[in-house]
């Protein structure tokens, strides 16, 4: 059985861009993958955080992802900083990753905007982080949104740039496939159709978060921006009109169709109407998951016990990978 391996920063309340382009895929794929699901809590630090609210926010990710879906018992659930081989293999990877290479990556330049000089140093060498926490497993596959496609890429060349200069050519590291699945793989933000739906816009209209309730869900949705034509017949009629690509690409997301699909339905229909409907589909969706994520927070203990567990496990898969590269790498074991 390939593994998976994938990561979200506990940041704020998931949204439907989180679910749709990733933990609703990384549900599915338990059916028949052996899966490694982390909350990325050292990834979470590298940008100015609440050191008061991290550990609850950790634990209210865990729940989320529970009441999404994720089995913390068939699967393995736990927190990035309880499992210290990621920084371990992430030290080794910041020494064979280029500035070159980091240079190039656009989620480093869109967070650090005009404020270079003056974000982290770890930031910047967020992806040779990330690249640890997959390959730390051997993981092969990676389910992830569209905007993380370049830090696999970059993760891929890490893991080749090792083997080269390690192993002899000899893959250690394996290729990883990211998996960017399903019609919803970049939903954008209700307010504008041309920047990515996140947790930390200032504007709450821009998303929709887990924990909205049927009528902030329906506001919200009555509120996002489109244009006045009516939804088009076919796909090739969304080119240039971003906010109805996206509102179709929901639509056809959640009730695992595609774009064509819902057009047929409601091609030559105004706005109006989609958006009920649109509106309905979502709390159908999101409201049972709100529901048993309250519940699950209720027993912070539980919670607790299910991460410790997670930690434990993934160690115990992690540690010998890590301790080989370490030896690849020359350390001296006394
Ligand atoms: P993050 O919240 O940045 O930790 O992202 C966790 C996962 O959600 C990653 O796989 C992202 O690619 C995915 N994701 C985040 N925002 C979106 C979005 N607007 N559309 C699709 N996927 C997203
Ligand atoms: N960088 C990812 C994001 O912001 C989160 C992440 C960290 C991740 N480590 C990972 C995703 C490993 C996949 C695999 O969305």
Not at 195 to 204: G, I, V
Not at 296 to 317: F, N, Q
Request: with cysteine; glycine share 6%.
């Amino acid at each position: 059985m390939q593994r998976i391996f994938s990561g979200i920063q506990p940041t704020g309340i998931p949204t439907l861009g989180n679910y749709l382009g990733a933990v609703r895929n990384w549900v599915k794929l338990q059916d028949d993958h052996d899966c490694i699901y982390c909350v990325v809590d050292l990834h979470a630090i590298t940008v100015t955080h609440d050191p008061k609210t991290l550990a609850q926010a950790t634990r209210e990710m865990a729940a989320a992802l529970i009441a999404s879906g994720i089995d913390p018992v068939g699967s393995i659930l736990f927190h990035q900083s309880a499992v210290h081989a990621h920084l371990r293999l992430s030290w080794i990877f910041e020494c064979v990753v280029r500035i070159g290479w980091l240079n190039r990556m656009t989620q480093f330049k869109d967070k650090a905007g005009k404020d270079r000089e003056n974000v982290s140093a770890a930031l910047y060498t967020y992806p040779a982080l990330m690249a640890a926490d997959i390959l730390a497993y051997h993981a092969t596959r990676v389910p992830v949104g569209d905007d993380q496609r370049q830090h696999l890429e970059l993760a891929n060349d890490v893991a080749q740039k090792f083997n080269f200069d390690f192993c002899g050519g000899d893959s250690f590291f394996p290729v990883i496939e990211p998996l960017i699945l399903g019609p919803a793989a970049r939903v954008m933000s209700l307010r504008d159709g041309t920047k990515k739906m996140s947790k930390s816009d200032p504007s709450d209209q821009s998303r929709i978060n887990l924990t909205d309730d049927a009528d902030t869900i329906a506001q919200k949705i009555r509120r996002a921006k489109t244009d006045p034509e009516p939804l088009p017949s076919d796909p090739a009629g969304l080119e240039g009109r971003p906010e109805a690509r996206n509102l179709v690409g929901i639509y056809a997301a959640l009730t695992d169709t595609d774009h064509a699909t819902v057009l047929r339905d409601y091609g030559g229909r105004g706005f109006g109407d989609y958006k009920k409907a649109l509106a309905d589909l979502l709390v159908d969706k999101l409201t049972p998951i709100a529901t048993e994520m309250r519940r699950l927070l209720d027993d912070t203990a539980t919670i607790d016990a299910i991460l410790r567990d997670g930690a434990a496990r993934a160690e115990t898969i992690a540690e010998p990978i890590v301790r080989q590269a370490e030896q690849l790498v020359g350390f001296l074991r006394v």
